[in-house]
């Protein structure tokens, strides 16, 4: 189609007159209201399913609707969930009923944090709320949690630290359980809480938890089935570092594990039967180690098909067969970073922030193949956690089949060997595995050192 041509002589421009001034203010007049009309409709409507009206009374039993909004860190919807229920406990001795309906309301509510809420953790660690009698042992336990610090940044997991009695008569090792309770109720958004003892420290920074292999599981910890089923031992297990779901069936499983406690009228009677069932317990007091071998033992089709004991790595490693070998493991890494003309290795030395320090934790895999699980005679790998039981940093009452010197060079260099791996990528580590001192690293270390 061809558009018509232009006049060659273009045509004078009318000068209006008033009544075509006023016409035109009318008409638009007439457009500006029905536009702000429009407008006002509009911001009703979106208000309306922004905020609806909230129920006058809590109704717990209703079906859950999806929220209009979605809400993250710094929105909590008006919408009634488990917090507006009274009858709401975070302690021992009060179990949440219909704690996972609840739990999956909460994250209906905040769809935010549903998204990777299969994977995300919690680690609670803590100490007791006075200072310690050993004169380092404050400093000891403050290194011990800038470790825990560090890995949790590393990996993206939020930390509780609490140093206080959430129970009064629930002291020393069974303080943890009442603050694990609380913990649960705490953060619906957490799949997995996370209990790390005090004197329990990260070896090896890159290692991530492989959760997927806990699926069917409620409860990790580290130990052996033939030695609770078969020899009946109370060390077949370590109760200072554990992984539990945070589910109705855990609940349930802490008010039975609570049950032997010392704030228990059958406490004394507790540790009389965990001593006939376990018969190397070295002391007569009802612990909470001997009682979680008590429940897998002695109630075990009503509790052991959620309860998974790993020995395939360090999850929870002693001590005193970790340290002497921290030496030869960090030549061995060191060794693998040193090859030339091999691209993989150089992304290894490559500088890196912080925050991408996974990505290159999953490069070194590869050449790892031949270091072992890190678990046992003949394994060059970082040990996952190293944990100092038996040394007490914080009272100094160290168990007396270890010296007091060699549990404290023993943390020294299990503390730097770890805090090593952190301060590279800041460009500093330390010299060796007992000078506290630092040293800035070369471009292109270690090959250049």
């Known amino acids: 189609m061809v558009s018509p041509e232009p006049s060659s002589h273009p045509q004078p421009m009318t000068k209006p007159t008033l009544k075509a001034k006023a016409s035109s203010w009318l008409t638009d007049g007439f457009l500006f209201l029905g536009g702000a009309f429009l407008a006002l409709l509009l911001l009703i409507t979106i208000y309306s399913l922004i905020n609806p009206n909230p129920s006058s009374s809590p109704n717990f039993g209703r079906a859950v609707t999806p929220p209009k909004s979605n809400p993250g860190r710094h929105s909590d919807p008006p919408d009634r969930t488990v917090y507006d229920d009274p009858e709401l ?45 050993n004169p380092i042992g404050d400093h000891l336990l403050l290194r011990f949690f800038k470790n ?10 939020d930390l509780f630290y609490n140093n206080a009695f959430m129970h009064p008569e629930m002291r020393s090792y069974w303080a943890k359980i009442p603050v694990i309770r609380a913990a649960m109720v705490a953060h619906p958004e957490a799949e997995w809480i996370w209990w790390v003892d005090s004197d329990a420290l990260f070896t090896d920074m890159d290692f991530k938890l492989p959760l997927e292999k806990y699926s069917s599981y409620n409860l990790v910890v580290h130990g052996w089935a033939h030695l609770i089923l078969d020899t009946h031992s ?26 032997m406690g010392p704030q ?4 004394e009677k507790w540790g009389e039967t965990l001593r006939a069932t376990f018969k190397d317990k070295a002391f007569p007091e009802s612990d909470d180690q001997t009682g979680l071998a008590y429940l897998i033992y002695k109630e075990n089709e009503k509790w052991a098909d959620r309860i998974y004991l790993e020995s395939d790595y360090y999850f929870e490693g002693y001590w005193a067969e970790i340290v002497g070998n ?31 320090s996974e990505q290159y934790g999953a490069f070194r895999e590869k050449f790892l193949k031949d270091a072992g699980s890190g678990y046992g005679a003949g394994s060059w790998r970082r040990p996952f956690v190293t944990h100092f039981t038996g040394c007490q940093p914080c009272s100094g009452a160290h168990n007396r089949m270890y010296s007091g010197t060699s549990c404290w060079d023993g943390m020294q260099k299990a503390l730097n060997f770890a805090d090593n791996q952190v301060l590279r990528k800041y460009g500093f580590v330390h010299p060796s595995a007992v000078d506290s001192a630092l040293q800035p690293l070369p471009f292109n270390y270690p090959v250049v050192s």
């Open 89 to 133: 406990t975070y302690t021992i001795g009060s179990p949440v009923k219909n704690w996972d309906e609840k739990r999956r309301q909460w994250l209906m509510y905040h769809p935010s944090f549903s998204a990777g809420a299969a994977e995300r953790i919690l680690m609670v660690t803590g100490s007791q709320p006075s200072a310690c009698k």
């Open 148 to 157: 825990k610090v560090d890995y949790s940044r590393i990996h993206g997991i």
């Open 234 to 259: 109370w060390t077949g297990l370590n109760a200072g570092v554990f992984l539990i779901r945070n589910c109705e069936w855990s609940m349930k499983f802490l008010e039975a594990w609570a049950a």
């Open 264 to 267: 228990t009228p059958d406490y």
């Open 326 to 356: 921290l030496e030869n493991i960090t030549e061995k890494y060191t060794e693998i970073e040193k090859r030339q003309g091999d691209e993989d290795v150089a992304r290894l030395r490559r500088r890196h922030a912080e925050k991408v």
